[in-house]
């Protein structure tokens, strides 16, 4: 059946892709990517559009898939995808959430998963907006420049590139992500001093006081 309704999106080009990458932000359970590469051999020179199509429309379908799993819960996953996509997101999400969807956004785990969950989680929607638009226009345009710039002979390297993309980017969202946490927590220290430092000031105002009063 999802075969058929693919194949029927095919039909229709670079729309049928924005309507298919929507959906797989939302619920669908077959990834964009697999039309994204079908539309983009038959017309390589137009691989960037297509990769711009599928972007936009990714981050349109990420609120609502964020509302579906704010409403109805990480149940609905169960429904359409495998429970060992949804488990393996689950514990990333526990793990890290950020990182989660970072990471999230160019494997092969679906990407409605980790918007729905952000809604499940309570996870704040526009950092899932934010990280979503880093993560997948990596995977949408990574894809669109193999097919622009080497035609036909990109779907051989297609998967070896998602897998280096992978490999390459966890170290670095990994380094941004312990920088970031540093900070914070620098951030942190410095507000906590300034909120103690009126009260060290109003103990060494009473202290005087009091040796005042003494004498």
């Known amino acids: 059946m999802f075969q058929a309704i693919i194949d029927f999106l095919e039909d229709y080009g670079p729309w049928g892709l924005f309507v298919h990458s929507f959906l797989d932000a939302v619920i669908f359970p077959i990834p964009a990517f697999f039309l994204q590469v079908s539309l ?31 409403l109805m ?39 409605k998963v980790f918007t729905i969950l952000s809604g499940c989680l309570n996870f704040p929607l526009w950092r899932l907006i934010g990280y979503a638009a880093v993560g997948r226009a990596v995977k949408f345009y990574a894809v669109g420049a193999l097919f622009y710039f080497y035609g036909r002979a990109a779907e051989s390297m297609v998967k070896d590139v998602s897998l280096y993309i992978f490999l390459g980017g ?19 220290a410095a507000a906590e001093s300034e909120q103690q430092q009126p ?3 109003a103990q060494q105002q009473t202290g005087s006081a009091d040796l005042g009063s003494d004498a």
């Open 40 to 70: 983009s051999l038959l017309n390589p020179s137009s691989a960037l559009w297509l990769a711009t199509f599928g972007y936009v429309a990714c981050l349109l379908g990420t609120p609502v898939g964020y509302l579906i799993g704010k």
């Open 73 to 111: 819960g990480k149940s609905v996953l169960y429904r359409f995808l495998k429970k060992e996509w949804i488990d393996a997101a689950t514990d990333r999400f526990q793990k890290n959430g950020e990182a989660a969807i970072l990471i999230g956004s160019f494997t092969p785990i679906p990407f």
């Open 170 to 188: 966890v170290p670095v969202i990994a380094l941004f992500l312990f920088v970031r946490g540093r900070i914070r927590k620098r951030k942190q």
């Open 199 to 201: 009260a060290k000031v």
